[in-house]
């Protein structure tokens, strides 16, 4: 007997954003939801940020990019908006939350 681990709160449709995963019964990609843990919101604090989702969506999401790195990761790469396209103080805001993880992530 097989077990298939099923994600109840992620779902992919083609209407919705050309079929990348987001959170049932709204518009929220996990691609969102990871690329603000990425940059060290913590889980418990992304629906703070996402106030339409709940934290067992959050950790839903986490848990499908832990199975799905490498499509979620083209997600990231293929809406990734280009340095020369940002404002000046998003990419200095950016480069400090960079820096603050790999201080973090040294200690």
Same mark, same amino acid.
């Given at each position: 007997m097989s077990t298939k681990i099923v994600h109840p709160h992620v779902v992919s449709d083609s209407a919705l954003l050309g079929?990348? &995963? *987001?959170i049932r019964g709204t518009?929220?990609?996990v691609r969102a939801i990871v690329e603000l843990w990425r940059m060290g919101v913590?889980?418990?604090?992304? &629906? *703070?940020?996402l106030p339409h989702i709940t934290l067992a969506q959050v950790f839903d999401a986490l848990g499908y990019y832990a199975e799905n790195q490498?499509?979620?990761?083209h997600y990231i790469q293929i809406n990734r908006v280009p340095d020369d396209l940002t404002h000046p103080s998003v990419r200095t805001s950016a480069s400090q939350?960079?820096?603050y993880r790999?201080?973090?992530g040294a200690i």
């Open positions: 079929g990348e &995963p *987001v518009r929220t990609s913590l889980p418990e604090e992304i &629906p *703070v940020h490498a499509e979620i990761n939350t960079a820096k790999n201080y973090k």
